[in-house]
T-cell receptor, first 115, second 110 residues
Framework: DAGITQSPRHKVTETGTPVTLRCHQT?????MYWYRQDPGHGLRLIHY???????DKGEVSDGYSVSRSKTEDFLLTLESATSSQTSVYFC??????????????FGSGTRLTVV | GQQLNQSPQSMFIQEGEDVSMNCTSS?????WLWYKQDPGEGPVLLIA?????ELTSNGRLTAQFGITRKDSFLNISASIPSDVGIYFC??????????FGKGTRLSVIA
């Protein structure tokens, strides 16, 4: 079982404050992703990483930045939180081995409320 | 960006009934996946499909990769209460990130 941990699990923050969410994996996977989940929208990609210091934007990247300074950690930062960023945030890792792609393994999510 | 149209959005069924849901896309994919999400948890992979026309089963679940590479369906036979949740389809082309459908919320009435 791929070890992937998100922290915090829940957070309430005020509009305009910076927030950082952390995703930690224990198995040295190269690809990591941040998605947000909202009713009626499913899962939408925010940013992803394909290696240390290698990141790219997803479909809904405005207002978010990411950093990956080591393989095991992928951080998502909301520079100045807005109410529209109230959502459930999921981190995922791409799991593959011996030429077989096993899809993504997801963390348990962070429920963020911006008030 | 790419979009997946997943239907139905929600379903209410009696325990023991069969369930069918599908996903269509305007673009082709070379991988289709189906995930299930339980309340308060992240999605969990149910079935992965890698070839056009492929039909794969996992217990009571059966999924197919459409021959045009633009669609996929998931069937659940003889539904039980623990099948309740949100089901997502996802498509992938090459090494690009997965694109997800908006989900089908399944409710099972005992």
């Amino acid at each position: 079982d791929a070890g992937i941990t998100q922290s915090p699990r829940h957070k309430v923050t005020e509009t305009g404050t910076p927030v950082t969410l952390r995703c930690h994996q224990t198995e040295n996977h190269r690809y990591m992703y941040w998605y947000r989940q909202d009713p009626g929208h499913g899962l939408r990609l925010i940013h992803y990483s394909y290696g240390v210091k290698d990141t790219d934007k997803g479909e809904v990247s405005d207002g978010y930045s990411v950093s990956r300074s080591k393989t095991e950690d992928f951080l998502l930062t909301l520079e100045s939180a807005t109410s529209s960023q109230t959502s459930v945030y999921f981190c995922a890792i791409s799991v593959s081995g011996q030429g077989i792609d096993y899809g993504y393994t997801f963390g348990s999510g962070t429920r963020l409320t911006v008030v | 960006g790419q979009q997946l149209n997943q239907s139905p959005q929600s379903m209410f069924i009696q325990e023991g009934e069969d369930v069918s849901m599908n996903c269509t896309s305007s673009s082709i994919f070379n991988t289709w996946l189906w995930y299930k999400q339980d309340p308060g948890e992240g999605p969990v992979l149910l079935i992965a499909l890698y070839k056009a026309g492929e039909l794969t089963s996992n217990g009571r679940l059966t999924a197919q990769f459409g021959i045009t590479r633009k669609d996929s369906f998931l069937n659940i036979s003889a539904s039980i209460p623990s099948d309740v949740g949100i089901y997502f389809c996802a498509g992938q082309l090459g090494n690009t990130p997965l694109v997800f459908g908006k989900g089908t919320r399944l409710s099972v009435i005992a």
